[in-house]
């Protein structure tokens, strides 16, 4: 996040039509020769592959090696062209929009990106009452500040001064415990009043229960990360995604505004402008169906047995 111009630069060179690909060519070769006699001492059945050198270095192995099958499960909501390469017999994606990128001979199967198991089966009411979260707040929790990639004390400085009626606010800064200690110094505790309603503020830094804190919660702000957004969804949580980098945060943050209505801020302004429009939103009736799938690696694991015990047969 220091020096966001030479990211976005590399990226778009990386994801160029042609410039970049003898790069990855040179890289994706020379780690297959490096880790081949691992591989061949290993001899596996099936490789899945979660980012784009290991899928492509795979691909060189499987030149020699036809028989192992290889998948590359695509974390992002959309597809760098470094994932592109021949070998591949089938691509996992994110979102059946997302299989026209695919543009080598594959398979392609949407069924989401995987996500904790723990993110399956808690009820909304039973966590919000273990956490003494009102049921008449809209609780919104803050998370990814703990690396530095979220202006985590600004945003609460920002919202608490804006004393939207009915909000929690729920700070979660990872192991990042002196932005913790710093937090809760200047915010919890603390509760702004606006007319009879208030606006608490928790601060916690490391969390073993965050899935339980995700099914509780009615709105999160976070980064645009592949893995993060695809939690979020598979909670049924309404989605702000604050200044997504360059490269897959702006590529995750423009397909998930456009198709999964994220809300996508660029100043603290239309941060604190996105949440009271949420909280002053009309409930649904019944709770949320999730629009990310909680299964996905279940059933991504459940598809490649499945190819096995075929060529088995075969």
């Known amino acids: 996040g220091r020096c966001p111009w030479l990211y976005e630069l590399a990226y778009r060179w990386g994801n160029s039509q042609g410039g970049s690909l003898w790069m990855r060519g040179l890289i994706n070769r020379s780690l297959a020769w490096l880790g081949g006699s691992y591989l061949r001492s290993v001899k596996p059945d099936a490789v899945l592959a979660t980012h784009a050198t290991p899928a492509g270095i ?6 020699k090696h036809p028989e192992v099958f290889l998948g590359a499960v695509v974390t992002d909501f959309t597809v760098h062209k470094w994932w592109l390469c021949e070998g591949v017999d089938t691509y996992f994606v994110a979102d059946a929009r997302l299989k026209e990128k695919i543009t080598v001979p594959a398979q392609v199967e949407a069924y989401g990106i995987p996500v904790r198991q723990e993110l ?4 909304y009411c039973s966590c919000r009452a273990s956490y003494g979260w009102k049921q008449e707040e809209r609780v919104c929790l803050i998370m990814g500040g703990g690396e530095g990639l979220l202006p985590m004390e600004e945003m609460l400085a920002a919202l608490t001064a804006a004393h939207i009626q009915g909000l929690r606010l729920v700070a979660i800064t990872g192991h990042n415990e002196k932005l913790a200690h710093r937090l809760r110094q200047r915010f919890a505790g603390h509760t702004t009043r606006s007319g009879s309603g208030a606006n608490p503020v928790e601060v916690y830094g490391f969390r073993q229960d965050v899935p339980q804190m995700l099914a509780g919660a009615d709105m ?3 980064k645009a990360g592949g893995l993060t957004c695809a939690e979020v969804l598979a909670s049924g949580l309404e989605l702000v ?6 490269g897959q945060e702006q590529g995750n943050a423009s397909f998930l505004q456009a198709h999964y209505a994220a809300n996508v801020c660029q100043s603290l302004d239309d941060l604190v402008a996105a949440v009271g429009r949420m909280v002053n939103e009309a409930r649904p009736v019944e709770p949320q169906e999730p629009l990310g799938n909680p299964l996905a690696a279940e059933q991504i694991c459940t598809f490649v047995l499945q190819k096995l015990a075929a060529r088995a047969i075969v």
């Open 120 to 123: 399956q089966g808690d009820n």
């Open 220 to 222: 999160i702000i976070t």
């Open 58 to 63: 795979m691909c060189y192995y499987k030149e």
């Open 241 to 246: 995604l604050y200044k997504p980098l360059p």
